[in-house]
């Protein structure tokens, strides 16, 4: 498993798990939940400050799911637009990339809403 993956898994114990010692013990305050977390048997690997302001971000929000990302999205330089832009390549003879890029935007249309499905059947 990845870090990334770990990191994630752990977000997904860690968020409910807050909400639930909060429910069951709403005397509770955030320094007395980061107490708990650092008194038990597998205490998160953060410093105490840092802990406590997880704890109090994940009770602000009073949920478990993640907010969505404000700002620019993320590039399209995933794996999957790079098999796309080389079977595009590899498909023609005498393919330029300044073609290849200027037919892959007119396909593809916005960049940052990739959707893969029948785009490497079309011909071009």
Known sequence: ???RQDRQQEKELFR???????????????PDIADFFEQ???????????LVNKIHYI?????????KRSGRPRTTTTASYRNLVLKKIQNQNKASVRNVSAKLKKLVGNRHH???????NQSD
């Open 1 to 3: 498993m990845s870090r």
């Open 40 to 50: 038990s048997d597998n205490p998160p690997n953060l410093n105490r400050h840092a």
């Open 16 to 30: 409910p798990l807050v909400l639930l010692l909060h429910r069951q013990n709403p005397s509770w305050t955030v």
């Open 114 to 120: 990739l959707q893969f499905t029948g785009l490497s």
């Open 59 to 67: 009770l602000a929000r009073g949920t478990v799911c993640e907010r």
